[in-house]
């Protein structure tokens, strides 16, 4: 077996190790800073030790393997994705683009580069356990603050007494900022959703990490009694949110690369046999250009208004989030699409629907992502899955990135 099919399936291997580590019997659950984040640091000090690393865990519990350069005081690249997982995951979000890291390094076989390489696992990217998502990125760009710090969990904790509970010092926080002399950041990452399995394609080049709106759209009517108002006579509220969910399916159909979801509805008063009063439902609305997400989330609510109108309804709405695209670094993406040509893949570029600690990074250094394909799309479930001919040209292709870079800095 070829040195990089071998790291591929031992990559792979460890995935599945890291996702025996929960909170919950059974399923993968990881949360920041849990009671399994301690094992799972200590495989990954091991493998980067053995990769020739010499590894720190910060003190918001990044857990930072350093490969040296062949020379002193010179520049870094920074290779890295998390180590937390949503409720019930798969083996392989976040996790696969630190081992990868790791995998790369033991590629180099001891080999030394003009440049230093970081291998960094985030601490925190998902939000679950205190509704706050990126800590350990935040930390990493130096942007975590009182705010951050005071957030609690359901049981109370705060993100502070969770780091001490750890065994790390909150006040020694401003240490995990990255070197200021980094080259850029480089994250692997499953697609985690549909579009390279579509494609028949193992690799994505990431151009940009979609920008998010979040709404919430309230439909009010009249509550009356099912049986005895006429169809002619109803306020329905529910009825009115229902025209306006297809209207939203449409409407974000005809604008190519976007992407509109109602995934919440909430309804008042609820019962069998009561015309609904209310109903609140949810808009979330994503797209690579902001100015093509803003004109689309007009659309869609004077869309709502006029509905509302035609039914005798009102409609009111708030905005949740209006998160910015993030595009990722031009000089990157031109060496990622160089490697991935050499290693002998399609060039497929693509904008990331999800958001990733690169979009983090990027407000610090130059930031790439490298996607791969996810199997029958599937993500954030225990089915989740990757094939070992895509993790080894993923590390082929980070191989050739590292060698151009290595060009470059001669």
């Keep these: 077996m070829a040195p990089v099919d071998a790291l591929a399936d031992e990559a792979i291997g460890r995935c599945r190790l890291l996702a025996e580590l929960s909170e919950e019997p059974g399923f993968t ?105 990126f800590i ?20 109370g904790i705060s993100v502070l007494d969770a780091i001490a509970g750890f065994g790390l010092d909150p006040s020694r926080i401003g240490e995990a900022r990255a070197c200021e002399n980094a080259l850029g950041f480089l994250e692997f990452h499953i697609e ?30 009249m509550a009356n009694h099912a049986g005895t108002t006429p169809m002619n006579l109803r306020r329905d ?9 297809g209207a939203v399916e449409r409407e ?11 995934g919440r509805v909430d309804v008042s008063p609820g019962a ?48 949740r989030l209006d998160q910015a695209s993030v595009a990722m670094d031009s000089a990157l993406l031109q060496l990622l699409e160089q490697a991935v040509a050499s290693a002998g893949r399609p060039i497929h570029r693509m904008a990331s629907g999800a958001g990733h600690d690169a979009m983090m990074i990027a407000r610090l250094m130059p930031a790439s992502m490298l996607f791969l394909r996810s199997p029958g799309g599937i993500s954030h479930h225990p089915d989740e899955s990757v094939l070992a001919a895509d993790v080894a040209a993923a590390l082929e292709a980070g191989m050739r990135f590292l060698e151009e870079l290595e060009r470059r800095h001669a």
């Design 192 to 221: 985690q959703g549909p579009v390279l399995d579509h494609l028949g394609v193992p690799l994505g080049i990431v151009e940009a990490i979609s920008g998010q709106s979040r709404w919430d759209v309230l439909f009010e009517g």
């Design 136 to 155: 350990g990125s935040r930390a990493l760009i130096g942007d975590v603050d009182d705010e951050l710090l005071g957030r609690r969990d359901k049981d």
């Design 272 to 319: 069998d046999n009561v015309i609904p009063g209310s109903a609140k439902v949810s808009l979330d609305v994503r797209h690579a250009s902001d100015a093509v997400r803003h004109h689309l989330v007009t659309r869609l609510l004077r869309c709502a208004e006029q509905i509302a109108a035609g039914r005798c309804l009102t409609v009111s709405y708030e905005q």
């Design 237 to 245: 509220a529910l009825a009115g949110a229902a025209e306006w969910i």
């Design 29 to 133: 659950t990881r949360t920041f800073l849990s009671a399994p984040m301690h094992t799972v640091h200590q495989h990954l000090r091991v493998w980067m030790e053995r990769a020739g690393m010499s590894v720190v865990t910060d003190h918001v519990g990044n857990v930072r393997g350093l490969y040296p350069s062949e020379r002193p005081s010179s520049p870094r690249l920074l290779i890295g994705s998390h180590l937390d997982t949503v409720p019930r995951a798969g083996a392989f979000d976040g996790v696969l683009g630190v081992l990868l890291g790791v995998a790369l390094i033991e590629l180099l076989d001891g080999r030394r580069m003009p440049f230093a390489i970081e291998v960094i696992g985030f601490s925190e990217e998902e939000g679950v356990r205190f509704g706050a998502p």
């Design 252 to 262: 974000a159909g005809a604008v190519p690369d976007a992407v509109a979801t109602v």
